[in-house]
């Protein structure tokens, strides 16, 4: 009983691939000038480096942009106080401003 | 056709257009890539699910050809370097895509399939889809070797060739892949 079941999905199974071997897959669209956008990818991968820095150049650009608004617009609060000036030790002009009431 | 199924057409200028295409002759390495595009695109259509990816297994081949260029020594003909190419090439992707592919649905197989000769059975394009679906659900060295073995009619010596796998490895592969094909497409009444 077994094995003629084995039989019968053997003849199914050959008869799936007989009649699948009838009908080769249809290649006419992706073989329609496939050499030019095969060479056109072989170019691309040649390019030097330099040639992918060009492409970045526009995000180096507005990252520069960005940096440049970023410092224009930046300005630190000066501490008041005349000891944090002091203690920080990095503002000596105008806590010298500060005393001489310059 | 050769025994690999490859065009034997014109080999020496096949060699010709290489050894140009290695100096730098772009025009060359496009003659090789016409001349053998329908070889490739056809085998590799059977492991791709849809013409994008047949578009990117057939670019990947001749990418892959035109890197290793070098490495053809012109002993065989270049057709079955290029074919021993196309076939690592799908298989790396079916190895790739194995783990998107487990839940295919299998409903349409329970689809009975006629005898031709009565002119009731399914359409070749519907058996096509059947198998496609049961073998998605191979391993991956099995559906390839299953895919050249049985619907590129190819014999066990050319697919130890094209594989580099030994021929008791290609049988062994075959038969399982058949043993598991058997099981998907008649249900699970088996186990």
Same mark, same amino acid.
């Given at each position: 009983? @077994?094995?003629?079941?084995?039989?019968? !999905?053997? =003849? %199914?199974?050959?008869?799936?691939? #007989? &009649?699948?071997?009838?009908?080769?897959?249809?290649?006419?669209?992706?073989?329609? @000038?496939?050499?030019?956008?095969?060479?056109?990818?072989?170019?691309?991968? !040649?390019?030097?480096?330099?040639?992918?820095?060009?492409?970045?150049?526009?995000?180096?650009?507005?990252?520069?942009?960005?940096?440049?608004?970023?410092?224009?617009?930046?300005?630190?609060?000066? +501490?008041?106080?005349?000891?944090?000036?002091?203690?920080?030790?990095?503002?000596?002009?105008?806590?010298?401003?500060?005393?001489?009431?310059? | 056709?050769?025994?690999?199924?490859? $065009?034997?057409?014109?080999?020496?200028?096949?060699?010709?257009?290489?050894?140009?295409?290695?100096?730098?002759?772009?025009?060359?390495?496009? %003659?090789?890539? *016409?001349?053998?595009?329908?070889?490739? &695109?056809? $085998?590799?259509? !059977?492991? #791709?699910? @849809?013409?994008?990816? /047949?578009?990117?297994?057939?670019?990947?081949?001749?990418? *892959?050809?035109?890197?290793?260029?070098?490495?053809? *020594?012109?002993?065989?003909?270049?057709?079955?370097? /290029? $074919?021993?190419?196309?076939?690592?090439?799908?298989?790396?992707?079916? !190895?790739?895509?194995?783990?998107?592919?487990?839940?295919?649905?299998?409903?349409?197989?329970?689809?009975?399939?006629?005898?031709?000769?009565?002119? @009731?059975?399914?359409?070749?394009?519907?058996?096509?889809?059947?198998?496609?679906?049961?073998?998605?659900?191979?391993? +991956?060295?099995?559906?390839? =070797?299953?895919?050249?073995?049985?619907?590129?009619?190819?014999?066990?010596?050319?697919?130890?060739? &094209?594989?580099?796998?030994?021929? $008791?490895?290609?049988?062994?592969?075959?038969? *399982?892949?058949?043993?598991?094909?058997?099981?998907?497409?008649?249900?699970?009444? %088996?186990?």
């Amino acid at each position: 009983m @077994n094995d003629k079941r084995h039989d019968r !999905r053997d =003849v %199914e199974l050959d008869r799936y691939f #007989a &009649l699948a071997r009838l009908a080769p897959p249809d290649i006419s669209g992706v073989e329609r @000038n496939f050499e030019t956008r095969v060479m056109a990818r072989i170019r691309e991968s !040649r390019e030097p480096w330099y040639a992918w820095a060009w492409r970045l150049a526009p995000v180096f650009l507005a990252l520069v942009f960005l940096l440049a608004g970023w410092s224009i617009s930046y300005s630190p609060a000066h +501490p008041a106080d005349p000891v944090t000036m002091l203690a920080s030790g990095t503002q000596e002009v105008a806590l010298l401003e500060n005393l001489t009431g310059d | 056709m050769c025994a690999l199924g490859v $065009s034997m057409a014109e080999p020496s200028e096949d060699a010709d257009l290489v050894r140009s295409a290695i100096a730098g002759d772009d025009e060359a390495f496009a %003659e090789l890539v *016409r001349r053998h595009k329908g070889t490739v &695109l056809r $085998s590799a259509a !059977r492991f #791709a699910r @849809n013409p994008a990816e /047949l578009e990117d297994l057939g670019q990947e081949t001749f990418l *892959r050809v035109y890197r290793d260029l070098r490495s053809f *020594r012109g002993e065989a003909p270049f057709g079955h370097w /290029l $074919s021993r190419i196309t076939v690592h090439v799908c298989y790396d992707a079916l !190895r790739k895509r194995r783990r998107e592919e487990k839940d295919v649905s299998l409903e349409v197989l329970a689809t009975p399939v006629a005898d031709s000769s009565t002119g @009731n059975g399914p359409s070749a394009q519907l058996a096509r889809m059947i198998l496609d679906q049961a073998m998605s659900r191979l391993k +991956p060295e099995d559906r390839l =070797v299953i895919t050249l073995f049985e619907l590129e009619d190819r014999s066990v010596r050319e697919v130890a060739e &094209l594989t580099g796998w030994s021929e $008791s490895r290609v049988k062994v592969r075959a038969f *399982r892949a058949r043993q598991a094909l058997k099981r998907h497409i008649g249900g699970d009444d %088996e186990r």
